[in-house]
């Protein structure tokens, strides 16, 4: 029952906010967003703590305004994903424009294949979905959520532009046949990973444990990787996905 309820909580939202005027369904997913960051003081914690290990040298206003804002962004992102359905090739500049696709090319033309590199930041649900409407649909890696309704409907929408996922359990097999008929596959590779699977690396000057599956992976194929972000262009009032040139 509580599957259920939760799974009509969320495709209710998604539906109504999907509906909205962009502008609009922004607004409701800012606000919807601060709600529920409300009501869940663990998250405000760890976010708190973890602005001060990054920037200990900020004053507190600084670091309410940082975390304001990335509330805010994340609401407007889970609004843009219930816009998806309605996102299409002639439309899809309307929220997001390509700014340095002549780098994903670049990397695309090797015939190797392309590791589309991102993270939790900006809005990541978007961009490979926007670059999929432009015409670079990818395989996804993706982790299934505790709730497989949710999930299946998470990955409907993710998958209306063309884009697949691969899971974990099929990850490498499924990523190497890819890249060998010079596909893409998108990674988000911001997490900590297990001690194992990654290397020590400095962030903000506190050492995380980071992946070396990309570069092992990068390696072995000979597959590009380039990076690419989806960050909010104020001026345009849309988001601009910056790829960078490739790294391999």
């Known amino acids: 029952m509580k599957e259920w309820l939760s799974y009509a909580v969320v495709w209710s939202v998604l539906n109504i ?55 805010r962004s994340l609401g407007c992102m889970a609004a843009e994903f219930a816009r998806m359905p309605r996102y299409t090739r002639e439309n899809i500049a309307d929220a997001i424009i390509l700014d340095g696709n002549e780098n994903f090319l670049e990397g695309q033309r090797r015939g190797k294949g392309v590791l589309f590199l991102t993270a939790h930041m900006g809005a990541w649900e978007l961009s490979s979905f926007a670059h999929a409407l432009y015409g670079y649909p990818l395989h996804y890696m993706a982790r299934p959520l505790d709730h497989p309704r949710l999930d299946a409907l998470v990955n409907r929408y993710r998958g209306l532009s063309g884009n697949v996922p691969i899971f974990k359990n099929e990850s490498a097999r499924a990523m190497l046949k890819i890249l060998k008929d010079a596909g893409t596959v998108g990674i988000l590779a911001d997490q900590n990973t297990m001690r194992d699977e990654g290397v020590f690396v400095d962030f903000f000057g506190t050492p995380a444990c980071t992946t070396t599956g990309i570069a092992r992976v990068a390696l072995h194929t000979g597959a590009a990787v380039v990076p690419g972000y989806a960050v909010w262009d104020e001026s345009l009032e849309k988001y601009r996905l910056r790829l960078s040139r490739r790294l391999s």
């Open 17 to 71: 906010t999907g509906a909205l005027p962009r502008g609009m369904a922004r607004s409701m997913g800012a606000a919807l967003a601060k709600v529920l960051f409300a009501f869940t003081p663990k998250l405000r914690k760890t976010a708190e703590f973890n602005l001060k290990l990054a920037f200990p040298e900020w004053t507190e206003e600084q670091r309410a305004a940082t975390l304001t804002g990335m509330i």
